[in-house]
């Protein structure tokens, strides 16, 4: 009787598992790795700059200007959420920059990703972003007074 059981419930598992496959159009195993909180975590720039004056440079930005900051939100739905501050760098003279803060832009939209790049429809400003392990990075490649890339880092 304990076997018929066995034979019967190993039966029941066997034909649900098999019976369950992956939904059309639901996230693959590297889209799902994508899933999270990502955090502005680099503004690079083509060349050191010391915008706070404290005698030390720094290819990064954010390193020289408190003001910056963004979040971009990559849901399983297929689906993001993105806030970034406004800035500007201006050259000023003897290679000297400043940045200027102001407000917020905004975004939401539909996502896809091919596992190299990640494609954000509903924003010119996100666009297609490369993917690196734990980090999403636009790149730019503008010159001075221009940026470099975006580094955003996914929160554990």
């Not at 799902?32 to 955090?39: E, F, K, M, S, V």
């Not at 060349?47 to 005698?55: E, L």
């Not at 720094?58 to 806030?83: K, P, V, Y």
Request: glycine letters at 10%; charged letters at 15%.
């Amino acid at each position: 009787m304990k076997a018929l059981k066995f034979f019967v419930l190993f039966g029941v598992s066997s034909t649900i598992l098999l019976s369950c496959s992956k939904d059309e159009g639901g996230t693959t195993s590297a889209d799902a790795n994508l899933i999270g909180t990502y955090d502005l975590q680099e503004v690079n720039l083509s060349g050191a700059v010391d915008v706070d004056g404290d005698g030390s440079s720094s290819t990064n930005l954010m390193d020289e200007a408190d003001c910056i900051s963004g979040t971009l939100i990559i849901r399983e739905n297929m689906t993001w959420q993105f806030e970034q501050t406004n800035f500007t760098v201006t050259n000023i003279t003897n290679n000297q920059v400043h940045v200027d803060c102001s407000g917020s832009s905004l975004g939401t939209g539909a996502w896809a990703s091919d596992g190299v790049q990640i494609a954000f429809q509903g924003s010119s400003l996100l666009g297609t972003l490369q993917i690196s392990t734990n980090r999403i990075i636009k790149v730019e490649g503008d010159d001075l007074p221009g940026v470099q890339s975006y580094v955003y880092v996914k929160r554990q």
